[in-house]
C-alpha cells in the first residue's frame, strides 16, 4: 500500500517555505500526494457548488 | 438579603420534596424542578411518557456500562497485582452488545412514531387560532371557532409591565416580588393573555413577522417555530381549565428572553361569553348581531363536548 | 533548486532554524506547526471561556445585573465561535500534524509549506471576528448558526461570513493535507489495518471536514449576498426560505460534531490500550464503528430541526436515522469497557481524563438518545436540556479527550514528565466542577427554561446558581492546566524516557524525547510487536 520503496532508503529532507524539494525517493509518492490532492480538492469544489445547486432544485 | 436567601432555601427545600414525590399534576415551573410535567392536554403525555422511558432505559444501560467499568477499574488494577491478559476478540459478546441496542432502539422508534403520528394529524378540529411572531410580542388572531368563522378579534399580547420595570438592567426591583397571588410570574406574564377552551381540538397555525420565534408552553407538549413564510399547524385540547405559561423558544434578538406567552384556558361556557364580549368590543355600534353569535356558541357548547370526546380518546389509546 | 537542496541540507543537520521568526512564522515542519495550532487552540480556549464566565456570572441570578440583552446574545454567540472553530477545531488539528506523521513513521506532512499556509490562515481569521466585538454595531448576536432572517439584522455580518471563509479554507487545506499524508506517506509495512485508531479516526474526519466544510461556505456566502447584494436566498418577501438555510447549514453542521468527537474517539482508543497494558478490544470494529458514524452523520442533519414543522415523513426518517447512531457508537463505549477488562491498569493523568471522557460522553449520548424521539424532543428543543446535552459531548467529550491526548502526549513533546500530583489536582476539579455546572442544567430544561436567555423566572434560579458556581469553579481549574504544561514543558527537573508509559505502543514511541526536529528521515523498518495493531486479525 505504501508508496515508499524500502529497498532504497535514502534520507528525507524538509522543505521550507521558500522552496519546495526535490524528493530524491520516490516519484510514485509525489505521484500518489499530486492524486490525493487533486482528488479531495475537487470533493470539496463539488460540494461547495451543490450548496447552491440545492437552491434552485427546491425551487 | 442573606436571611432572604435562607428562607428561599428553606421554601425551596420544602418544594423539593413535593416535586420529587408530588404526584399533582402540575403546569408551570417550580424551584428544584427535577423532571419534565405532564402537561395538561390530551397529547402532552406522549412526550412525557417517553421522557421517563428513554430516561429509565438510559439509567439501566448507564448502570450496566459504568458497573461494568468501575468492577473492570477495581478488579484488574496493576497495583492489586494484575496482570494484563492478551485477547482482544470475543464474536458472541459483540452481536449482543450489537443487536440489544437495535431491539431496544426498535421498542422506542415505535413508541415515538405513534405520539408524533397523532401529533401531526391537525384535522378535525373545533377551532382555530393564527399566531404571529413578532419581535419582541406574539400576535393572536382568533380565526374560527365550532365551525363559525370570527372575524375582528385578535390582540397583541407582550410581557407585563410589572416584570417589564424589574428586568431592566440595575433597575433595583426583586424579580422575587413579580407575583400574581403566590405565583412568581417574572418573566412569564403578559398584558393580554391567549384565551381558549378547554375539551377543544384547537388547531394553531403560526407564522413569523419578521424573524424566526418559537411558540412553546410546556403544559401543551410541543414547541413549533413561527417562520416568516411559512405557515405552521399543530393542535391542543386543553383538559384542565388553567394558566400555563411558556416562553419564545427560538433566538430572535435583544429581547428573545422577554416575550412570554400565557394560554388562560376556561371552561367553554366562560369562554363564549369571553369571545362574545371580545366580539363586542371590536363589532360596529349596532350592537344586537353581536349578541347572536355569543348565544349561539353557548348554546352549541353542551354538543362540542360528547364531539371533543373521539380525539381525546384518541391521543391516549 | 540546488540552492534549495543545500539550504535543506544545511537544516537537516543542526535541528530547528535559530530565528524565531523563521522558526515559528516560517515553519514546513509539522512539529512546530502542531505546537502553532495547540498553543492558539489553548488562548482560544480560555478567551471563549472568559466569555462562558460572563455568561455564567449574568445567568448568577434573576435580573439583569451586568449587561445589556444584546450583548449577552453576544456573548453567547461568540463563545460558541470562538470554541468550536477557534479551541477544538485547531486543537485536534494540532494533535494530527504532530502525532500522525510520527504515527505512521512519514519524515513530515504530505505538503509542508500548505500547512504553514493553514495554520496563518487563523490568527487573522479570529483577529477579524473578535474585532467585531469592538466595533459600533457589536459582534455576530443572531446565535453560533447564524440562521437568517435575524442573522441578516446583525452589522457584522459581512466580518462573520469572511472569517467563516478564511477558517473553512484553512480546515479544508488542513484535511487535505492530513488525507495526502495517511494515504501516501506511511513507511513502508504501516498497513491501512495496522495504523493507530487516532490515525484512522482522522483520516475519516478529514473526509468530513472537505465534504462539509464548502457547504458552509455556500451557507454564508448566501446570507452575505442575500444582506448586501440584493439576492432572496433566503427572504421570505422575495420568494425566499428561510428554512433552506438550516438545511444547508446543518448538513454541515452535523458531520461538524462528528469532526469534533471522532478524532477524541482516536484518541481515547489510544490512551485506554496504553495505561490497561492489553490491546484495544475489537480494532477493526471500531475503525469501521467510526466510519460508520461518519457515513450516518451526513443523513440525520434535520434533527436539529425537529421544531421547523417538517413533513412527518421527514421527522420520521430522520429520527429513526438518528437513533441508528446510537449503535455503532454503543459499539464503542462497550469496545472501550472491554479493553480495561482483564487488562493491567495504572490511573495517571491521561487515563483519568479518559475514563472520564467514557462515562461524561456517555452521558451525553444517552441525553441524544433521548432528543431523538421526535415527541419528546418537542419539548427538549431549544432548552438547557440541550445546552447540557451538547456541552456533556464537547466538554467533558472533545476537551476531556484533548487534555487527556495533552498528558499523553507532552512528555514526547518536551521530553520532560509534568507533574502528576498537579496533573490529578486538575483532574479532579475539573471532573467535579464541570457536572456541578452541567448536570443541573438538565433540570433546568425539562423544568422549561429555554436556552440562549439573559434572564429567567425565579423558578430556574436554584439551579442556575449552583450550575454558575460550578461553571467559576471549571474555569478556575483550567489555570491550573495551564500552571501544569508550562512547568511541563519549561521547567520539570524530570526527564522523560523515550517510552514515557509503560504499555505505550506504536512509533511515536519509539523516537526519543523530546521528538527531534526531524524524525523518521529514513523510513522506519517497523516490527509488528511495536505496534499497538501489528497482528490484528479480528
Known sequence: MSTIDPSKPIRMTQQNTSSATVDPVSDNRRKGVRRTVTITAAIALAFFLVSFVQIVLMK | MTSGVIRRSFTAAAMLASALFGGAARANPTPYQLNMERGASTWSQVPYHLNNISLGVCVVIGILVFGAMFIAMFRFRKSRGAVAEKWSHNTLLEVIWTTIPVIILVVLAYLATGGLTSWADTTGSQMTVKVTGYQWKWRYDYEEYLGKPISKVGFMSK?????????????????????????????????????VPVDTKIRFIITGADVIHSWWVPALGWKLDAIPGIVNAAWTNIQTPGTYRGQCAELCGQDHGFMPIVVVALSKPDFAKWLAEQQAKSAPPPAAPAAAPAAASTAAAPKTAQVSAAPVADAQG | MSHAATHDHHDDHHGAPKNFFQRWCMSTN??????????????????????????????????????????????????????????????????????????????????????????????????????????AGGGPAGGWTMYPPLSLQSDSLAYVVFSVHLMGISSI???????????????????????????????????????????????????????????????????????????????????????????????????????????????????????????????????????????LGAEIFFMYATMLIAVPTGVKVFNWVSTMWGGSMTFETPMLFAIAFVILFTIGGFSGLMLALVPADFQYHDTYFVVAHFHYVLVTGALFAIIAATYYWLPKWSGRMYSEFWGKMHFWNSVIWVNVLFFPQHFLGLAGMPRRIPD?????????????????????????FLGVLVHGVFFSKKKATDRVWEGAKGLEWTVPSPAPFHTFDVPPVIHDDELAHGHVND
Not at chain 3, 512519514?106 to 474585532?131: E, Q, V
Not at chain 3, 423558578?459 to 467559576?472: L, R
Open chain 3, 30 to 135: 509539522h512539529k512546530d506547526i502542531g505546537t502553532l495550532y495547540l498553543v492558539f487552540a489553548l488562548l482560544m480556549f480560555f478567551i471563549g471561556g472568559s466569555f462562558a464566565m460572563l455568561i455564567r456570572a449574568e445567568l448568577f441570578k434573576p435580573g439583569l445585573q451586568l449587561m445589556q440583552p444584546y450583548f449577552f446574545n453576544q456573548l453567547t454567540t461568540m463563545h460558541a465561535l470562538v470554541m468550536i472553530f477557534g479551541a477544538i477545531m485547531p486543537a485536534f488539528v494540532g494533535l494530527g500534524n504532530w502525532m500522525i506523521p510520527l504515527m505512521v513513521g512519514a519524515p513530515d506532512m504530505a505538503l509542508p509549506r500548505m500547512n504553514n499556509l493553514s495554520f496563518w490562515i487563523l490568527p487573522f481569521a479570529f483577529t477579524l471576528l473578535l474585532s467585531t466585538l469592538f466595533s
Open chain 3, 456 to 480: 429567567y423566572n425565579v423558578a430556574f434560579a436554584n439551579f442556575n446558581m449552583v450550575s454558575s458556581i460550578g461553571g467559576f469553579l471549571f474555569g478556575a481549574s483550567q489555570l491550573i
Open chain 3, 173 to 311: 487545506m488542513g484535511a487535505i493535507n492530513i488525507i495526502a499524508t495517511i494515504l501516501n506517506m506511511r513507511a513502508p509495512g504501516m498497513e491501512l489495518l495496522k495504523m493507530p485508531v487516532f490515525v484512522w479516526s482522522w483520516l475519516i474526519t478529514a473526509f468530513l471536514l472537505i465534504a462539509v466544510m464548502p457547504v458552509l461556505a455556500g451557507a454564508v456566502t448566501m446570507l452575505l449576498t442575500d444582506k448586501y447584494f440584493g439576492t432572496n436566498f433566503f427572504n421570505p418577501g422575495g420568494g425566499g426560505d428561510p428554512v433552506l438555510y438550516q438545511h444547508i447549514f446543518w448538513f454541515f453542521g452535523h458531520p461538524e460534531v462528528y469532526i469534533m468527537i471522532l478524532p477524541a474517539f482516536g484518541i481515547i482508543s489510544e490512551i485506554i490500550p496504553t495505561f490497561s497494558r492489553k490491546p484495544i478490544f475489537g480494532y477493526k470494529a471500531m475503525v469501521f464503528a467510526i466510519a460508520s458514524i461518519a457515513f450516518l452523520s451526513f443523513i440525520v442533519w434535520a434533527h436539529h430541526m425537529f421544531a421547523v414543522g417538517l413533513p
Open chain 2, 159 to 195: 410581557l407585563d409591565s410589572q416584570s417589564d420595570q424589574t428586568r431592566q438592567l440595575d433597575s433595583g426591583l426583586d424579580p422575587f416580588k413579580v407575583k400574581v397571588g403566590d405565583e412568581n410570574t417574572y418573566l412569564l406574564n403578559v398584558d393580554k393573555p391567549l384565551v
